[in-house]
């Protein structure tokens, strides 16, 4: 087969969301499954809506419109705030966005008036991490002019955090949320159909997966979505990178082929100068070693966020070429090598046009 390629694994992926779908469901919780890092693959959101979300959501409208070309028909969320230069195609193909900015959302209306569709909106909350949402005092304001446009709904409030500053979800900025919610219903006379507290993120939070009180113990409040991209895709939690119980942590790997593999001393020699991406640490010196070279590079895929393979050591990456120490094994030039990945180097692999994506699944459907 073609190298290099993702290898994503369907059955895989539809058990980690249907996992997380019931685990949610026991809290009162839905799950919107993201699909940004895998470029709005229709193959994995048709298994993320047969394992049982509710909505599939994706932060690029053109992600959005290839779904629905592809004859994708279910509830569709856009998670990044819309451009207004592009509030047609959103009302055209998103049921529903994310949004803080009363301009754009005049916008989706006129949009929504010229289409005679409804669109639905979903406030973001700025809760601290300081990437998107209207700070809580403006809230309400925000809100009651939300209300009065022409074919928007407002549908709820939302927030994100562990983004862009790393503040991590918890009891008491959830709880804000919650509380956010119960007010707006009360000060508006509406309903909140949806509460969507966060991403990945939020699941230490809300299944306590780790030292954090899970909200198991105290309910999850108004919060009642989250939106699960990478938790679903690579099976990990992102605030502290661990694998969660019962999910495929291999769902999605990258297999790239060997194009030298042979027996060089680890020290270079002559003057140490900066290299193509800056400057290097001193390299030990270890004697001779097997020096493998991969055919994948930065073009292709963050190294920082490659797993290889037992006996094989990253050393090192620039655009085309990715150097690994074999230490003292042979490697067969052709042979190809299985990585797993992070999620900055799923999105960039996704997104090189060099590497193929190959679907496969385990059992036959
Ligand atoms: C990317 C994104 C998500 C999904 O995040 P994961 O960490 O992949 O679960 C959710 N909400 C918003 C607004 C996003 O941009």
Known sequence: MSAPRLEIHLDRIHHNANALVERLAAR?????????????????????????????????????????????????????????????????SAEVSLNSELDTIARLSISAGAEQRRHGVVLMVELGDLREGILPRDLEQ????????EGI?????????????????????????????????????????????????????ALGTNRHVAVATRGAGRVNNLRLGESILLGCEPLQR????????????????????????????????????????????RGDRTRVIVALGRQDVDPD????????QLLGASSDHLVLDGGDAAFDVGAQVRFGLNYSALL?????????????RDTPS
């Open 28 to 92: 009162g919780i839905t799950v919107t499954g993201v699909t940004k890092a895998t470029l709005g693959s229709p193959e994995v959101a048709s298994e993320l809506i047969r394992a049982g979300v509710s909505a599939i959501g994706d932060s690029r409208i053109e992600n959005i419109e290839a779904m629905r070309r592809a004859g994708l028909n279910g509830p569709m969320v856009l998670i990044r705030a819309p451009m207004p230069s592009q509030a047609d195609r959103v009302v055209a």
């Open 305 to 312: 966020g490659l797993v290889p393979p037992d006996g094989l």
């Open 242 to 285: 661990q694998p969660i119980d019962g999910l495929h942590t291999d769902a999605i790997t990258l297999v790239a082929e060997i194009i030298e593999s042979r027996i060089k001393p680890s020290r270079p020699w002559g003057h140490l100068d900066q290299t193509a991406f800056g400057l290097q640490a001193d390299p030990v010196d």
């Open 348 to 360: 960039r692999t996704m997104t090189s046009p060099f590497v193929d994506r190959v679907f496969v």
């Open 153 to 205: 709904d407002l549908v709820g409030i939302g927030a994100n955090l562990a983004c862009q500053s790393g503040v991590a979800p918890g009891a008491a900025n959830m709880a804000e949320l919650s509380a956010l919610a119960s007010a707006l219903e009360a000060r508006l006379a509406v309903r909140l159909p949806m509460v969507s507290g966060g991403n990945s993120a939020n699941l230490n939070w």
């Open 142 to 149: 925000v809100a009651r002019r939300t209300v009065e446009f």
